[in-house]
């Protein structure tokens, strides 16, 4: 595992979607945490004695050493390092956030050189007790520790990195719009856009805050730039262990339960669907199968996966389709397990998949999309030959651009089960239009016309087609995956 990066990854995607909660990652016994309200750090704390507040903040000269004793033994009463400072240095508020933030950039500077770790979130408010609240931007962090660590020989230069060949990280590239780079770090990265020798760029690169090679190991510790590797043949990546699983994913994936797809055991904690689920998402996100290495159906087969990975993880995050869940899993070989395999369904399972169904059009009524297909999800899990389950669905999914492809399928889905319904194939048709598949959604909305000629939303909409651009973004478009 590539520390960094998954950091990288994973504290943008906190950001992005203002999350609140504590970021705890852990190596041997080593603790560190990072407390977000939000979508900010308001602040980090350490295990590690040197990483502690009070030691920083003598470091930096704001607190007399005189006064750790006594902020020490005030602590054993169970207040906490920053109540304890407060209450006897008598220091001001901004002389305490100084050393939190030193704090916080010592501490995710450290992380970046950690190899194996495991890291967990805790979602909510209140999690853990503190008075100031640093507000500070995770992008800014990032690149703020990068720096500290570079220029604190906190990380080791990986062997014969400066006589090596390098280039973005694909994986990354995006993220790094995100992070406030300065001149001379964006520079480097719009060079190493195509491969290039660490050796012939170092000359090229405009004097700045650090030394050249310090600037390409800040980009290097946050993941956003790799080690080149030609292209492999055809046989090689036929043959390449990733693209097996994917054939061996999809041929037991059909049968598989949803704790099997995500990779986790069914008494799972919340905090390891997400993560198992962040680590798939990252290995088989059809991104990744879109260069020229792979074939058309590669690509095709890596959406598939990712559809059954996605779908999974959207029944399994939220508690409340994951109960509907695990209630149908654990009940498979009773009466109503009987009952359903041969085409019946269960009082609970139907009075569930109601209420679910309730729940999700009343979330999306509200705009509350990822909610309305988490609810949305559970009631065609329990009951997934019903139209309108799939229809809804569908129409949630739609507003979310990572889960288009899966929109299309319910709704085309729905269609199949009700092949009269204009409804379907309206919001079918509005589909199409938000990707720009122009011919897809015209020919849905002449079927309409053609049954209905005075339908006057598919008339609307098909008097606009001739504005769209064809050559516009699809349904597979490259799209930054939300955890």
Not at 105 to 120: A, C, K, R, V, Y
């Amino acid at each position: 595992m590539h520390m960094a990066a998954d950091l990288l990854e994973v504290l943008l995607d906190l950001h992005k979607n203002g999350r609140s909660g504590v970021l705890r990652i852990e190596r041997n016994l080593e603790k560190k945490q990072l407390i977000l309200s939000k979508g900010l750090l308001a602040f980090a704390e350490s295990n590690r004695p040197e990483e502690h507040l009070i030691r920083i903040m003598v470091k930096l000269g704001i607190l007399p050493r005189i006064k750790v004793t006594e902020i020490a033994s005030f602590m054993k009463s169970g207040k906490t390092s920053e109540e304890a400072v407060f209450a006897l240095s008598g220091l001001e508020a901004q002389d305490v956030e100084k050393g939190r933030r030193e704090q916080a950039i010592i501490i995710l500077g450290s992380l970046l050189s950690w190899n194996i770790s495991t890291l967990h979130f805790y979602q909510g408010e209140g999690l853990v007790r503190y008075h100031l609240n640093l507000g500070l931007s995770l992008p800014e962090l990032l690149i703020l520790s990068a720096r500290h660590a570079v220029s604190n020989h906190l990380l080791p230069t990986p062997p014969g990195f400066l006589e090596g060949t390098y280039a973005v990280a694909k994986d990354f590239v995006d993220k790094a719009r995100e992070l406030p780079l300065n001149s001379a770090e964006a520079y480097v990265l719009s060079q190493l856009h195509a491969p290039m020798s660490l050796m012939d760029l170092i000359p090229l690169i405009p004097a700045a805050d650090a030394k050249p090679e310090e600037i390409l190991l800040r980009l290097f510790a946050l993941g956003l730039i790799a080690p080149f590797s030609p292209p492999a043949s055809a046989s090689d990546v036929e043959s390449d262990p990733l693209v097996q699983s994917i054939e061996d994913m999809l041929a037991r994936f059909d049968n598989a339960g949803l704790y099997e797809i995500i990779s986790v055991p069914a008494d799972a904690a919340q905090a390891d669907i997400q993560t198992a689920y962040h680590s798939l998402a990252k290995k088989f996100h059809p991104d990744r199968f879109q260069s020229e290495e792979f074939s058309p159906d590669i690509h095709s087969k890596a959406q598939q996966v990712f559809t059954h990975i996605n779908e999974a993880y959207m029944t399994l995050k939220d508690p409340v389709t994951r109960s509907a869940y695990d209630e149908n899993r654990l009940s498979r070989t009773s009466k109503a397990s009987a009952d359903r395999k041969t085409g019946g369904a269960s009082q609970f399972d139907e009075t569930t998949a109601e209420e679910l169904f309730n729940d999700g059009r009343a979330q999306l009524a509200k705009g509350e999309f990822e909610k309305a297909v988490e609810y949305l999800n559970g009631c065609v899990f329990l009951h997934p030959a019903k139209a309108i389950y799939r229809h809804y669905l569908g129409i949630a999914q739609s507003e979310i651009p990572r889960l288009r492809k899966s929109a299309e399928q319910h709704l085309l889905k729905a269609i199949e089960l009700d092949n009269t319904s204009v409804a379907s194939r309206l919001e079918l048709a509005k589909l199409y239009i938000k990707v720009a598949l122009r011919r897809k959604a015209e020919q849905l909305l002449q079927d309409i016309l053609r049954w209905d000629p005075d339908h006057k939303e598919a008339g609307k909409l098909i008097a606009g087609l001739g504005k769209l651009d064809d050559v516009k973004t699809g349904l597979h478009a490259k799209i930054p995956f939300t955890r």
